[in-house]
């Protein structure tokens, strides 16, 4: 197969493949949330994970307009200026990327290789969506609405602007917001400036950055991101479905210190407070288990109290470990209204939503 032949298509490692050359490149490009910094309600500036698809663009805020068109009655052009004018709200919104986990999958979707580090929380301010799709007049007949970043690039031999579409009803839904701020500071450029969109409760994919445009359409939108990319698929042939809403999870800030290498956690024995945050974007989390003995026993972790005020934001669980002399493994995980997340890995072809839980081995040291 030629180069070109192979750009198009996704691929899967080989049994016992390494990380390549080209997901290392990945993996530096888009950092992840360093595990030890779950304690912040707030993810702190730099510490909240990236994905980029292509370049960061060049855009000029100055110059800069948001076109809203299609199947509207009035398309409009909006300055950054006249966007900050409007009402605005600030929301705490947990992000996480879809492909979170999927480092671990075996075999392996070669792609960002993330272990389970794609997830932040940001306090993001802006202007709900909804009221300006109906200024411009939305036709009776729109089905969905697409978003177009600044960002171009090739993905699997498709050349492209980076694009979602989501349903209608969804980009009505008044939690949806054109946002400029992030932690009360201009969006930096890495997380999209001047505008993205924020879409709470979804995975990442749909908080589309460096926004140019957005068009109402009377089709479902057929882009790449939205027909071929973010598919639960387990044969290359079938549509499968698309991915969507955040599924449950819990993780644990890893306890003890690291070994500089290897991350194999150290703690000494005794009583070990073991703490993390816990979210899902599908239903309202209702419990946090810990096994401190690889899965065979699950003790309830005490749940932070649900916040009205930020519903869309992670919730803080903690749980007392007595811990003995030894080697263990500790499991976190997370459950909502809709299930419990998957102690075996579910797999699919581009590693999506893969919820698998978190698997913390750590030694304990005499005391
Ligand atoms: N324009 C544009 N928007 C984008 C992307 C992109 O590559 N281009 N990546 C998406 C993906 S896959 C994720 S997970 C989130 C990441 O947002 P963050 O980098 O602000 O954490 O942005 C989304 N929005
Ligand atoms: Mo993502």
């Not at 306890?255 to 309202?284: I, Q, Y």
């Not at 519903?311 to 749980?319: D, K, L, N, V, Y």
Request: charged fraction near 20%; include cysteine; proline fraction near 10%.
């Amino acid at each position: 197969m030629t180069a070109t032949e192979n750009r198009g298509m996704a691929r899967i490692a080989e049994p016992g493949e390494g990380i390549g050359l080209d997901e290392l490149a990945l993996a530096t490009r888009n950092h992840g949330l360093p595990l030890e910094a779950l304690r912040y309600d707030v993810t702190p500036p730099g510490l909240h994970y990236v994905l980029t698809h292509f370049d960061i663009p060049a855009v000029d805020p100055a110059s800069w307009q948001l076109r809203i068109g299609g199947a509207v009655d009035r398309p409009l052009a909006l300055r950054l200026d006249d966007l900050v004018r409007r009402p605005a709200v600030t929301s705490r919104v947990l992000l996480e990327c879809a492909g979170n986990g999927r480092a671990r999958l075996e075999p392996r979707p070669v792609s960002q290789p993330w272990l389970l580090e794609a997830v932040g929380t940001a306090e993001w301010t802006g202007t709900p969506l909804a009221p300006l799709l109906e200024e411009a007049g939305i036709s009776p007949a729109a089905v969905d609405v697409a978003f177009t970043g600044a960002d171009h690039g090739v993905e699997r031999g498709v050349e492209q602007d980076y694009a979602r579409g989501l349903p209608l009803a969804d980009a009505l839904h008044p939690e949806a917001l054109l946002v400029w701020a992030m932690n009360g500071q201009p969006l930096p450029p890495q997380h999209g400036a001047p505008l993205r969109l924020l879409v709470p409760g979804w995975y990442g994919m749909a908080h589309v950055k460096w926004l140019t445009r957005i068009d109402v359409l009377t089709e479902p939108f057929t882009g790449y991101q939205n027909a071929t990319a973010y598919r639960l698929k387990v044969d290359a042939e079938e549509a499968g479905d698309p991915v969507t809403r955040i599924r449950p999870r819990a993780l644990m800030a890893p306890p003890g210190w690291p070994d500089f290498m290897t991350r194999e956690r150290f703690v000494r024995a005794g009583a070990v407070p073991l703490s993390g945050r816990a979210w899902s974007g599908r239903a309202p989390v209702t419990r946090v288990e810990v096994s401190t003995d690889g899965g065979r026993t699950w003790e309830d972790a005490a749940l932070g109290p649900a916040d009205p005020d930020h519903p869309f934001a992670w919730r803080g669980w903690t749980c007392a470990w007595t811990a003995a002399p030894g080697a263990h493994e500790l499991l976190v995980r997370a459950t909502d209204e809709q299930g419990t997340q998957p102690v075996e890995p579910e797999w699919n072809r581009q590693g999506m939503a893969n919820n698998l839980v978190q698997r913390v081995p750590v030694t304990v040291l005499p005391g």
